[in-house]
């Protein structure tokens, strides 16, 4: 139930959240990125998976973010909506 949550309390936890995340993996060491275990859905990943895989989830989260505010502000744009093409 995101979608009724306040915008600026929604942006304030995923900053938090990636903060939080960002120091936890600032001590990781080679050793810690090795380390995996087995998925019941997709099998073996390791921590370095994991992180990669990070970047494509928070850039899905980005790209919700903007298409909710995209979508808050088409109905407000008047004739400058034909500069979107759409």
């Not at 050793?31 to 899905?60: M, Q």
């Amino acid at each position: 139930r995101d979608e009724q949550r306040d915008p600026a309390e929604l942006l304030a936890e995923f900053t938090r959240r990636r903060i939080a995340g960002v120091a936890l993996v600032e001590g990781l060491t080679a050793t810690d990125l090795a380390r995996g275990g087995d998925h019941p859905e997709v099998g073996f990943l390791t921590v370095n998976d994991l992180l990669h895989e990070w970047i494509h989830h928070d850039a899905n989260h980005l790209r919700q973010m903007l298409a909710n505010v995209q979508a808050y502000a088409w109905p407000h744009m008047g004739n400058a909506q034909k500069f979107s093409g759409a």
